[in-house]
């Protein structure tokens, strides 16, 4: 795999233009199955780079910037098999250069991830802002177990006007229904056995929207009697997608999303699902891969 340090090296990025809509895939590294996944889905629009870097913007202080896992040479080998046309692995100074301007984020950043992590989003829009000016990718491929990121971002590109078509790809899980994340090498035994609950909440409220429930509050208890086990819940919540507002009735796009401390881990999960009046199916942030 080319491995791209310096913006000055990105010009060599323009002869893959040529051979169609290049796909970007934007990773903090430490790669598992789940990033593999939304690699080989941008293989399936065009030339793609995948970008590699811890983003110290999107951490906030006691936060886990220093210990997060970095071994540049374990995500090149995993990706090589792949047929990736260039990384971008860029340090810290490399990157950020200049002033202190950052992307501000919009309403939906203000909610569920965005309450407790002040100044996450608005770190995860200023890097992603960047790498669509350096990169200028056509297609980008990111994870729906970040779903609030996915419509943060969105909200981004349609405000901004980045010419930039958004994929959100479904999360990709371990045999108990645990999202498969980076900081889930952080469980001992025990946590790992206990995070199979955020998956269980989930199922369990979707289940009663199959039997017919419609009220927000009893789906919220569903989820949190799931959760005792954990360490504690900063949220399980019903919104609505894309707005992230608190709906009346869970019915429409609606999210269920689920942060929880697990041992050392804050773990996140969801389910985006369309509600009709008797159909409850799982369905993508982005419709045509554009506003959703
Ligand atoms: O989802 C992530 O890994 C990060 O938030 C991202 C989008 C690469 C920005 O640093």
């Known amino acids: 795999v080319q491995v791209i340090r310096t913006r000055t090296e990105l010009d060599g990025?323009?002869?893959l233009r040529a051979d169609g809509a290049l796909a970007l895939v934007p990773t903090m590294g430490a790669l598992h199955e789940g990033h593999l996944q939304l690699v080989r889905r941008a293989r399936t629009f065009g030339p793609t780079v995948v970008s590699i870097f811890v983003n110290p913007t999107q951490f906030g202080p006691g936060e886990d910037y220093d210990a997060y896992p970095r071994d540049l040479d374990s995500d090149l080998a995993l990706l090589e098999p792949l047929g990736v046309d260039a990384v971008f692995a860029p340090t810290p100074d490399e990157m950020y250069r200049g002033g202190g301007v950052r992307v501000a984020p919009g309403p939906r950043s203000k909610v569920l991830c965005g309450a407790s992590r002040p100044g996450h989003f608005g770190g995860v829009l200023t890097v992603v802002a960047k790498l669509f000016n350096l990169l200028r990718p056509e297609i980008a491929v990111f994870g729906r177990k970040d779903a609030q990121q996915c419509l943060v971002i969105d909200e981004m590109v349609t405000t901004l006007d980045f010419a930039v078509r958004l994929i959100d790809h479904p999360t990709v899980r371990e045999a108990d229904g645990l999202a498969?994340?980076?900081?889930?090498r952080y469980l001992a035994a025990d946590d790992r056995r206990r995070a199979g609950s955020l998956w269980r909440a989930l199922t369990a409220a979707r289940g009663l929207l199959e039997q017919?429930?419609?009220?927000p509050a009893r789906l919220r208890r569903a989820m949190a009697r799931e959760l005792a086990e954990t360490d504690g819940v900063e949220y399980a919540e019903i919104r609505s997608v894309p707005e992230l507002?608190?709906?009346a009735r869970a019915t429409g796009r609606l999210l269920l999303a689920i942060a929880a401390q697990v041992g050392p881990a804050r773990l996140i999960d969801n389910l985006v699902l369309g509600v009709d009046a008797d159909i409850?199916?799982?369905t993508a942030l982005f419709a045509d891969g554009g506003t959703p």
Do not use: H, I, K
């Open 13 to 15: 990025l323009d002869a």
């Open 180 to 184: 498969m994340s980076s900081r889930n």
């Open 212 to 215: 017919g429930e419609r009220d």
């Open 245 to 247: 507002t608190s709906p």
């Open 280 to 282: 409850v199916a799982e």
